[in-house]
């Protein structure tokens, strides 16, 4: 039978190789748990995203490939694209829902890496990680037919013991007038405010982009 811990492990280290460096296993139960969507239980979940690792991989398929330049969304298109490779090639059928899906479709997907183990919800509403703090994003949620973990992993622990530095700066970006655009240095700043995984802060460009959606930041590297 297949162990899914070989199928976990085998698919976070491709999507590593592709800059999606991160893929948490989960009992698939939860998926169905945190929103209604027709799940099988009793299956390997692996909720997969990113850390600046992503950029420099992305930045290279810019630089070859004219459609992924060309795509509405190249981050979600390079993901679903790279995603999709790693999935269709693992030894089981699969389904994904996709982060990027907007509401009112949208899944949980916070709540999920929260509930996986992965990451904690800060009071600040960002999926923050032990290691990586808030500097990560998250892409898809798939469930891979091989008989999967029965519980999840241990809560992330990250937020209980802070002192929420996150709260103030929050509560100013949300009151803040004017569009999300317009306000990205406040959301910016609230990211800035927690102090785990200072380190791993994206690069300017990578930060830019994803805060202003400016295409001219996917030029050049
Ligand atoms: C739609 C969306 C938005 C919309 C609407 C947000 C809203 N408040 O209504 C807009 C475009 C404004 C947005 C902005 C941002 N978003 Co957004 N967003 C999403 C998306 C695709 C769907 C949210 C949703 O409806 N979920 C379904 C409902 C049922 O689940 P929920 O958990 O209750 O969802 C709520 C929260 O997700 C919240 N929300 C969404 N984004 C953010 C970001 C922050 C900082 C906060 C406080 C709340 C918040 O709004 C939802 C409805 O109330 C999610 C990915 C996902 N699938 O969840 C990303 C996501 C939550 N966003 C993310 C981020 C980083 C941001 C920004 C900080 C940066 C950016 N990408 O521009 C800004 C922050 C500004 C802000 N006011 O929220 C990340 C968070 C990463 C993390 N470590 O937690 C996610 C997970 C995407 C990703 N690829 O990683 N977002």
């Known amino acids: 039978m297949t162990d899914w811990r070989d199928v976990a492990s085998d698919a976070s280290r491709r999507l590593a190789e592709v800059g999606l460096d991160i893929a948490a ?22 909720v997969i995203g990113n850390t600046r690792a992503l950029w420099p991989h992305l930045a290279r398929a810019l630089e070859r490939e004219p459609a992924l330049r060309a795509a509405p969304h190249p981050v979600d298109r390079y993901c679903e694209e790279r995603i999709g490779v790693v999935l269709d090639e693992a030894p089981a059928a699969h389904d994904v829902i996709w982060a990027h899906t907007p509401p009112p479709d949208a899944y949980p997907v916070q709540a999920l890496a929260e509930a996986a183990g992965l990451c904690d919800i800060a009071p600040c509403r960002l999926a923050v990680h032990a290691r990586f703090g808030p500097w990560l994003a998250l892409r898809a949620v798939a469930v891979l037919d091989v008989p999967g973990p029965a519980e999840p992993s241990a809560p992330a622990g990250v937020c209980a013991s802070c002192s929420a530095p996150c709260r103030a700066p929050f509560e100013l970006a949300r009151a803040a007038p004017g569009s999300p655009e317009s306000r990205w240095r406040l959301w910016l700043a609230v990211r800035d405010a927690c102090p785990v995984g200072r380190e791993h802060r994206y690069p300017e460009r990578q930060l830019r982009y994803h805060y202003t959606k400016d295409r001219s930041l996917l030029a050049g590297g």
């Open 25 to 46: 296993p989960f009992p698939s139960r939860l998926v169905g748990e945190l929103a209604s969507r027709p799940v099988l239980a009793g299956r390997l979940g692996l």
